[in-house]
């Protein structure tokens, strides 16, 4: 059965750390490109960062660049999101996505994870 985990949320003060974890179980997802995105109250869905099934191709969202890193754990099938420079602005459900292509629009991903919750505090 496919599915995505989220794992690694919380709260902390701005400037602090933390590291997202998704682990995908289905076999498909070995060849999928695995995205992160986020949402925030009253706020679309928005593309913070994404990496192509080989760990190669990775991409940000402008205002992580920097701050964020993507990458992937092929034998566990997991991802990674570490996120450090957080910022308040940066508060939202963070989203694991799965798509067979590098995708930036959320309206074109099928499997989703049931997010986690980032707060970080001024």
């Known amino acids: 059965q496919e599915q995505l985990v989220e794992s690694g949320g919380g709260l902390v003060q701005a400037g602090g750390s933390l590291r997202l974890s998704c682990v995908a179980s289905g076999r498909q997802f070995r060849t999928y490109a695995m995205a992160w995105f986020r949402q925030a109250p009253g706020k679309e869905r928005e593309f913070v960062a994404y990496i192509g099934w080989s760990g190669i191709s990775i991409d940000y969202a402008d205002s992580v660049k920097g701050r964020f890193t993507i990458s992937k754990d092929l034998a566990k099938n997991t991802v990674y999101l570490q996120m450090n420079g957080l910022k308040p602005e940066d508060t939202a459900v963070y989203y694991c996505?799965?798509?067979?292509?590098?995708?930036?629009?959320?309206?074109?991903?099928?499997?989703w994870g049931q997010g986690t919750q980032v707060t970080v505090s001024s």
């Open positions: 996505a799965a798509h067979p292509n590098l995708v930036q629009d959320a309206t074109q991903y099928h499997y």
